[in-house]
């Protein structure tokens, strides 16, 4: 089963963090100001959970099915998700399969498959993982944020957690991420289920494209001074944004 934490009681939050990160990532928010019961749940081959698929087709319904294993563990009757980047991916299938999902909240994240670029893309950084995957993780996360010369300190952070992951995990997870379908229209046909957290300087999600696959801005957040890692950048609006979506 996959490492998990439970802090606090109430309504019940499920926090699924991003790719080459791990539960930890939600510290750096005050959630106990959301009044809920929080579980924290670290993806398969990332902090402390362990890569259990061996299979050759890499799947985020993998990671969604082995987090359902989790909530049904801890006979969880009704909960809201919020996802981190690849963690959002996993919201949106726990979403759909799961009746008990209420609301999927993704936090620079996206809700459509990936173009054929990025599906090269994906299987490069697949490949990198085994023949330099630390200077990999040091040139990725720095450019994760809008502005990293102001998060030296949390950089480090991550860079240190990341390093810790094997080759085999990131390059799954890369994968995985590569295969993934598209929930466009399950997304905008749903805004009082699904909410969507952007940085504005997000270097990996374009801010003018997220916009035109949306029907209305009803479900959209944007933060202005964030960029892929909001959380961070702009702790305390995401955390206001969090109040209004799920309180």
Sequence with gaps: MLHFTVEGEGKTLVFLHGFLESSSMWSFLQLNQLNSQSIFIDLPGHGKSALTDNSESPSIDFMAKEVLKVLNFLQIESYSVIGHSMG??????????DSRCKKAVLVNSNFWEDTEQKKKDRIRVAEIAFKAKKKFIHEAIPNLFGKPENHTEEIDVLIEQALKMAPESIAYSALAMR???????????NPTEYFIIHGKLDKLVDTDFLKSQLKSDENLFIIENAGHMAHIEQSDEVIDILKKILC
């Design 88 to 97: 959002g991916y996993v919201a949106i299938l726990l979403k759909e399969m």
């Design 179 to 189: 295969e993934r379908k598209d929930y466009t229209r399950e997304v905008t046909e």
